[in-house]
């Protein structure tokens, strides 16, 4: 069955600056919905500023995997959506955090952590490097791929360590960042991939968008698998002995 | 140094059970205190009921590692406290959650999940295995250890893959369960340990009280480690060419 | 495409032991293989007393994934063969060790360990409990399944800490074991699953099957991944300034 | 107690190469040997043409961690050796292997994998990054390092994923690379760290023996942890129902 994406954009930027829409002219999450149809996904759209933010119950109850780009008004999402989404994490929904969207309130909500980094605004040069081969995210990738300009994100960045590391970054100004990180949570799973900012065109690049199509493969729900509850079992195997 | 260790304890079944008050005549934190004095520890207790439920800035600047036995009351702690906490534990403070401490508020906001796990209280018996001899928490133990009669933790339990995973527990009526769990967050450390019931005398035993006592070594706090904050990093390598 | 999967067995018990031979009249190895067809997958058989232990260089180039049982002869493989393999798995072919076969050379090798264990022969319960319910492998599992009898093996195991733990196993007699263990390894992944023997039905449950079909899936080859090699890059970033 | 640290060196650029004999005089052992003490530890030698290579029993039984720097004859260690070396790391003795060590036998034999890696040797800057401050090794380390002229190591590194990563290192020319790698092996810890190189005075460098000591402590045995013995258990739990 096709796998059913939910791209989502806080999509404010591209409201008022002009160098955004010169780059994404119809908003962040057409450009990445195109690249994900291009990758054989059904995609559909939501945005901060529709009802619920476009996340209403029937969204999540369709969506396998959503994708996540947000920047300035990350307090504008609601907490009960917050909640919403992370519930459905947990319940085996995939989540694709992107970029800046580290600071999401979703994401800090998922690992618990700061998820502080350092950064620098140059537009210098980063260099994507494959740690992991044997991982399903770095399929067809090359050892390295470069991104001409790009936001430096550095270390040390305030996350857990990763269930797996499948990504590591080089930046031409001296740093390094784990840019792409997954995460089992619950029944579901979790890809961090930091390429990607809202002055660079990088959700153009062909490779960028092949990282987060296999992201999405891979954060796919695993069907049917046992679910997480608090449960009293008062029935033990029988006639085993229990000490006094 | 000695290792400053403040025992955190909800304190509320002691005040109502007589069963409780005969097995921690004055309350669980002062049980767990001697037993950890006894391994060399300056040792302080603070429970729900004092003045913030006593973990005052104060308190937790003097602290090197927490311990945290809460059960019917997680709801009652506030949340500027546990904002508190946490906030400590990212900056190095080591955390020892205990047994029903699993459903506490810091354990949940350090975790991102819903700690969830299914439970059975007809004191069977418990045998707690070492999977990784190589820990520093598995130190002076035995292949395995027992306790005679223990509340039932089980899986799946809805906790992130542990960064290392030390003891496994098997019990008689057919669970098993991930029962010594380490986790790094930020600069700090944070060991889980299910056993321990405040209606079983666990924390009277040498072994339980062995491994909680490893577990504040590990979890001492590494001093001045690199600090994890959000930094704008304006000045790159020199003479690096940034692309355009 | 469909999977290609060699079942590979050692086949000696079969030839000389009656109750093996009742339980699979024509071998472990013909017993997985058609379990394993019943799952989509394109299956051959080797075993060991063929010629290069039917492993031959033209079989594994057309195996996706290698399934390993072995038990009294691991000593016979020759050590070319185990190096073949070895170096198959390396450049992506996937790897299920069962059972037995944690003291294979294959395995040996790939671990570095010592693989030992503790075991016990009496056809005790065996519980399988799931403890990563978002890993593929869990795929279609519930909480646990029951293994009626089965030999036991237990803690501590010699292997490296699991990249993923997806079971734990319970024994009636007072053991647990990591019994469903995740790798990568180079550009390959390896499984290793530990219900199975000779003299008990193991690999007629369809609950076992199902495990080792879905490990088949999680361990066939990542397509067109990096290669890792030893190589001299003698030309840097160009005008990057070096140091003296 | 102090703990017991052999420096090992293969020793032979030193015997044949005048820059090596400038930079390390008296051979990278006595270097490193000597930035040891000065952290407090009691420090022996052994090298590769001394008999036995220098790791009789009777020094490994007296060895609580052993270093190793090895490059052009890791060939000429003996497998008894290697053997020998690899049994008591099982058994709990650290190890710190060190820069071209990556390629020593018994890196290989602890690892099972290639251990292969990209290199060039053209003296450019290399940054230690520390990703988890958390981490005992990283103690008193700054965000980061420098090595003003370094041996280029690159990914994708042929090795497991570490069971916690500490360090990943920036190269002026454009890699990156896991610098800093724990693993737990049986009841031993192995460090591996890649700074350091014959033709640059890298283990003069105050930082870089900061990290080696660090790693010396966190590698050193764990006392009486549980033996990882095949062992077989004749007896169960007694009056557990065992299945038909």
Redesign the interface.
């Known amino acids: 069955m096709t796998l059913r994406v939910t791209v989502w954009n806080e999509g404010r930027h591209e409201k008022t600056d002009k160098k955004v829409q010169s780059i994404y002219p119809n908003g962040i999450h057409e450009t990445l919905a195109s690249g994900l149809q291009a990758h054989g996904f059904t995609v559909r759209t939501a945005t901060l500023d529709e009802l619920e933010h476009g996340l209403t119950d029937a969204v999540l109850a369709e969506t396998d995997v959503l994708t996540w780009w947000g920047h300035m008004a990350h307090d504008e999402v609601e907490d009960t959506i917050v909640e919403r989404v992370h519930q459905r994490v ?1 319940e ?1 929904m995939g989540l694709i955090v992107l970029h800046s969207g580290h600071f999401a309130k979703i994401f800090k ?6 998820c ?5 605004e ?4 980063e ?1 994507v ?8 995210i ?7 791929f470069e991104i ?2 790009s936001e ?1 994100y ?5 996350i ?2 990763p ?3 499948v990504t ?9 960042f ?1 840019s792409g990180c997954c ?7 979790v890809f961090y991939f930091s390429p990607g900012h809202e002055t660079y065109p990088i959700y153009h690049n062909d490779m960028v968008l092949k990282v987060i199509a296999n992201g999405v493969r891979w954060a796919a729900p ?13 029935k ?2 029988e ?6």
Chains 1, 2, 3, 4 share one sequence.
């Open positions: 947990l085996g909500r998922l690992m618990g952590t700061t502080n980094l350092k950064w620098r140059i537009g210098e040069k260099r490097w494959v740690v992991n081969p044997a991982h399903p770095a399929e067809g990738l090359p050892d390295y001409p300009a430096m550095g270390e040390p960045f305030g857990p360590e269930d797996s590391l590591i970054s080089w930046f031409a100004g001296g740093e390094v784990r995460y089992y949570r619950g029944q579901g799973k695993t069907p049917n698998t046992p679910k997480v509850t608090i449960e009293n079992r008062p033990p195997i006639d085993i002995p229990i000490a006094e």
